[in-house]
């Protein structure tokens, strides 16, 4: 599930990019033992970059896996949409999923509202 190269938010589906978080923070909680309820924007940048192994270290944090400036743009706006928690000043984003993790649920019922 590798996106490359994303020029653009429209490259990537929403679907795609909140699967992403949810496998991400899966991947925290597997590796962890605790049940995580957030993960961060490199984690997620680098689930999109089909590099899931790098999920929480630090060398997910490598900018050259998914360009930072799509990723906050992406991140933007899924929150101003409501159906991603996080924030996308640039910071690590402690990016959650409002309502728990099934993007198909999710997304039906913020294109029914
Ligand atoms: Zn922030």
Sequence with gaps: MTIAPPHACKDIPDE??????????????????????????WDVAAVLAGRPDLVGIGEACDPSLFPPDLLSAK???????????????????????????????????????
């Design 16 to 41: 795609q990019f909140l699967t992403a978080v949810d496998d991400a923070i899966q991947i925290r909680s597997d590796d962890d033992g605790r049940q995580w309820v957030w993960a961060t924007r």
């Design 75 to 113: 991140i933007g706006q899924l929150v101003r949409r409501g159906v991603l928690d996080g924030c996308a000043c640039g910071c690590r984003g402690d990016l959650s999923r409002p309502g728990g993790t099934e993007p198909e649920r999710i997304l039906r019922s913020d294109s029914a509202s």
